[in-house]
């Protein structure tokens, strides 16, 4: 038969997100890091009387509104931002521009399965650099390899944990290429890496409205970094990347910074709660800057686990890879989900 595709595609296996159910099924969701609360009320309102002229209309092709509000609530200006269809988009965006066959592109491990993927359609090579077992970024070897990009998720996933902002600033001083951090949990974190934007001409911070503004529905993602350096990325975007309604929503939610700084408090003070419960039922739990916990259960099978709680209807991330096999990941729900899972875990451990 004929061989249709190029043999990188040919060869890569499909990305596999996380499952998606119907809303409808009477299932606890904890496997996606989807925030549990709605979006803000403003938000809703501006759906509400969303006007039908602009569906109509091609959006503004840099998300000009988005990128106002953006600037606002961030402090940085308007022509250091991008705005994309997700964060999975800039990552695309950043590929796209920065690898090829030949160039390396590198990060630590375990990390998001996606910069693999990425990697391997650009048909550039991979390097992949274990994190230690307490998660200690592994500076010296990511210095060496010297990628054309350097790609840290801070605070990473699945791990949950925060690179420190001096490693990544050594990190930036040392590589000659991109240093792009995947800031996607920052919200639910103590720092970020927003300086390091500033400082350095090579670092760009990706940023996205999917977990701490609760819309991964209208995929809209944003990045940090200098006019220069984006200039680049605008040449290998889509023209129409950012559709109307994500654009007028994220400006609504981006206005409202107090009503998703109340979600994000409610969730790190049940992240504090789950993590002492687990422990307490023998569970290992890493700390966490996310919406989510790591958790390697004692003595019971993770993954007969993760499959004992779907029966019971409750989905959590098991990800049959190295390392986290034996390791579930856990996305902070309310604290009614909260407390079901713990009694449900309860009844299938004792
Ligand atoms: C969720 C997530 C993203 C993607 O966010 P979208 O904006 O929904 O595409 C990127 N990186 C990491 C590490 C994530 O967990």
Known sequence: MTNYFRSNIDLMPAYTPSEQIEPSAKIIKLNSNENPYPP?????????????ELLRRYPNAFAQE???????????????????????????????????????????????VLYRTLTQMQAAESVEIPYSEDYRLPLEELIAVNGSVTFIASPNSPSGHMVPIDDLRKLATHLSGILAIDEAYVDFAEENALDLTQEFENVISLRTLSKGYSLAGVRLGFAITNPKLLSALYKVKDSYNVDAIACAVGVAAMNDQAYKNACIEKIKASRTKLAIELKQ???????????????????????ELFQRLKERKILVRYFQQPRLDDKLRITIGTNEQNQFLVQTLVSLIK
């Not at 961030?74 to 965006?93: A, F, H, K, R, Y």
């Not at 039922?281 to 993954?303: I, M, Y």
């Open 281 to 303: 039922l023998g569970f290992r739990v890493w700390d966490s800057q996310t919406n989510f916990l790591l958790v390697q259960p004692r003595e019971v099978n993770a993954e």
């Open 66 to 112: 988005f990128r106002q509000a953006a600037s606002q609530a961030l402090g940085v200006p308007v022509d250091w931002i991008i705005t994309g269809n997700g964060s999975d988009e800039l990552l695309s965006v950043v590929m796209r521009v920065c690898a090829e066959p030949g160039r390396k592109v590198v990060y630590p491990v375990p990390t998001y």
């Open 40 to 52: 803000s009320p403003t938000v809703m309102e501006v759906l509400r009387n969303f006007d039908g």
